[in-house]
């Protein structure tokens, strides 16, 4: 963010304390800060018990072995039977637990039986085609239940899962399945995206000509689309999960027990496989859905307008809400099909009370204009949450008083795939919200802002977000790289966590977060690495060089601008060289990271080392005044790239 940006974003003074009948209600007070602070293990502790163990744990956290945490060590516990088998035996059955709405229009109401009955038969289905216990399964489907089922069938088997977006691309999905070694992957034929079916099942089929370790393919039919097939590997849903008993006795694991893997970004081209573990991830998940959207599990409908294919469906859509014994709304398609109200219709529809989704979705509604939300009836709202990158102060008071209605508290929770859960954020019920800032370490958390040297810097100045204390729901390691591990986070600041956030703190000591210090891109929420673009593009015949940058974009946050050399060898003639290489990012790694700008220059500017100056880029790409350039070998590059520019369309 440019420093001029920063310091408009510090001048913001609005303040939006708890609405009074919230705050008098509210699940959380302020006394649970000093309860924290006062023991935090104990706090967790507490926190840990509103789940079923079938075993407690004997020591609440083992640091011994530090960056490699343990927490509730001893203890024994299933996370589908958390997320679902408990509520039925305590008289829930009955309850719903989605309200799922299909792009189309379809609609699908599940209740916790339902949910108990298909996760039965769905674990049944994994144990017959020989998922062990420890087996990886890779997910690849729409946002329909069967995601919802598939996942908590591994984790009732203790078969960890690792969901790939859908919009990831068949290379995309290869990676992941190889990284994991996954033996069985669950997919759909397709799903519904902008009023069409949008296939998934050809991706698998082409990233397994390169996974020989998968066994079988399961294929939900959504679309019904026509798909190629694979005797003998491919199966269907419906013939080998409808036909299994509904009847499963779930066995408990150890709390350490790998849940899940969900590959992110970083700072390489290589994704990194985030290891959330069972016992701390369900804790925290669980405690935050509670604490940070007020969650009043009887009357409250909540949705997280998310995919599942990222973390926050994993813990706002799936374990969070299901541990509550919530109902959810969950949505299949597209904000804008086939209107631009479709959101604003589901609240109204299902009275959603709270309502959690990424600062790049409302500036768009913003873009859309505020009479479509004021054809709804949205007075059911109570509670609105923000997530993945930045709110910007009008963003939050257009939230706030277009959807909210002006009642609304808006919680803008910091946190990341690392994290698990929620981390820094207001509690609605407590918090005076300031629009644009994250505001505070939830209670039992221990962050801080330091500067290059690790040491805390004062209020009113900014620097880098750190942990200082392991929490719950942190991730264990990196799948498969326990260096990677210690080297990404534990390294930069000694014996503490690096979150790779710039962060301020401001007069009071609240938090606003500035955005990444590295080289990851945050595009509409969506965490992309420049190195992987960058390898992504020079993979492509006509390239000989490319680097990419997040330039600030009013919409997306940033946007994916690339600067390529091409071969000097390769015929262009004819050639629409930005949309043949746009293409080929989206077959590459998924059709998010497909840049907004692609710019062909001569040159790039490199430092004396050899490493892009992707700062001058940032610059160039942002119509700005160039910055520093003595540390360039050859400064006249950026005039060249400059003048090159100009002559482009
Ligand atoms: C990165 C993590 C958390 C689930 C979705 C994204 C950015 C996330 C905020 C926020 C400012 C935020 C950070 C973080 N981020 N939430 N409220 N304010 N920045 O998860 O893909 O792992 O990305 O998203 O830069 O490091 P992710």
């Given amino acids: 963010m440019s420093s001029e940006a920063l310091s408009n974003l510090l001048r913001e003074d609005r303040r939006f304390p708890p609405p009074p009948e919230l705050a008098e209600k509210a699940n959380v007070t302020a006394a649970a800060y000093e309860q924290a602070s006062a023991d935090r293990i104990a706090f967790w502790e507490e926190q840990a018990r509103r789940l079923h163990w079938d075993r407690e744990w004997d020591t609440a956290l083992d640091w011994s072995n530090a960056p490699f945490a343990k927490w509730f060590v ?20 009955d309850k719903v637990a989605f309200y799922w709405e299909g792009e189309p229009g379809d609609t699908r109401t599940i209740t916790y039986a339902d949910l108990l ?34 996942m908590l069938a591994c984790a009732r088997i203790g078969a960890p899962h690792t969901v790939v977006f859908g919009g990831f691309s068949a290379s995309a999905l290869r990676d992941r399945i190889q990284d994991c070694d996954a033996r069985i992957v669950i997919a759909a034929d397709g799903g519904y995206r902008r009023g069409a079916p949008s296939p998934l099942k050809p991706q698998v089929d082409q990233a397994l000509t390169e996974c020989p370790n998968v066994r079988n393919v399961i294929v939900v039919r959504r679309t019904g689309q026509d ?37 992110t970004s970083g700072t390489t081209g290589k994704p990194k496989g985030i290891l959330h573990t069972t016992g701390g991830y369900l804790t925290q998940v669980a405690w935050t859905h509670w604490a940070v959207f007020d969650l009043k599990p009887d009357t409250d409908i909540f949705w997280t307008a998310a995919d599942i294919g990222w973390v926050t469906g994993h813990s706002y859509i799936v374990y969070g809400p299901l541990a509550n014994c919530t109902t959810s709304v969950m949505y299949e398609g597209t904000p804008d099909t086939p209107h631009r109200g479709r959101w604003w219709e589901i609240v109204d529809k299902y009275k959603v009370t709270i309502l959690y989704c990424a600062p790049t979705a409302i500036r768009t509604f913003m873009k859309w204009g505020e009479d479509i939300p004021a054809k709804f009836d949205l007075s059911s709202l109570r509670v609105l949450g923000s997530v993945g990158e930045p709110i910007n102060p009008e963003a939050y008071v257009w939230y706030r008083t277009h959807i909210g209605g002006g009642r609304t508290p808006v919680v803008d929770t910091w946190w990341q795939t690392e994290t698990g859960a929620i981390l820094v954020s207001p509690l609605p019920g407590v918090t005076s919200g300031k629009p644009g800032a994250a505001m505070a370490p939830l209670p039992g958390i221990s962050a801080d802002v330091v500067d290059d040297s690790g040491n805390s810097v004062p209020n009113g100045s900014g620097g880098y977000l750190v942990l200082t204390e392991p929490w719950p729901s942190m991730l264990r390691t990196l799948w498969g790289d326990d260096q990677r591990y210690i080297d990404t986070y534990w390294s930069r600041f000694p014996g503490k966590y690096f979150a790779g956030d710039g962060a301020k703190r401001d007069e009071d000591g609240d938090i606003w977060l500035l955005g990444r210090v590295d080289d990851v891109m945050n595009v509409s929420g969506h965490r992309l690495s420049t190195t992987e673009i960058e390898s992504a593009l020079v993979s492509h015949p006509m390239v000989a060089e490319a680097a990419v940058v997040g330039a600030t974009d009013p919409t997306t946050g940033q946007a994916v601008v690339a600067f390529v050399i091409l071969r000097g060898d390769v015929d262009t003639e004819g050639v629409d060289i ?68 100009a002559k482009q369309p």
Avoid at 238 to 247: N, P
Avoid at 579 to 599: D, F, M, S, T, Y
Wanted: glycine residues 6%.
């Fill in 74 to 93: 001893g203890g024994r516990i299933n996370a589908a039977y958390n997320c679902v088998d408990r509520h039925v035996l305590a008289g829930k059955g």
């Fill in 117 to 150: 009955r298909d996760v039965c038969k769905a674990a049944n289905a994994l144990t017959e085609l020989g998922v062990k216990t420890g087996d990886r399964v890779a997910i690849y489907m729409p946002m329909i239940p069967e995601t919802v089922v598939a």
């Fill in 227 to 263: 798909i190629d097939w694979t005797d003998g590997r491919d199966l269907w849903w419906h013939d080998v999960v409808e036909r299994q008993s509904d009847q499963h006795t779930p066995e408990f694991f150890d709390s350490e027990h790998p849940l899940y893997v969900m590959y």
């Fill in 578 to 645: 930005a949309q043949e290489l746009r293409n080929h990012v989206a077959k590459e790694i998924g059709p998010i990271a497909k840049p907004r700008q692609i710019l062909v220059v001569e040159e790039l500017p490199k430092t004396r080392s050899g490493k892009i100056m992707r700062r001058l880029l940032r610059d160039v790409a942002e119509n700005r005044e160039l910055g520093d350039v003595t540390t360039l070998t050859d400064s006249s590059v950026m005039d060249l790239i400059r003048e090159n520019l």
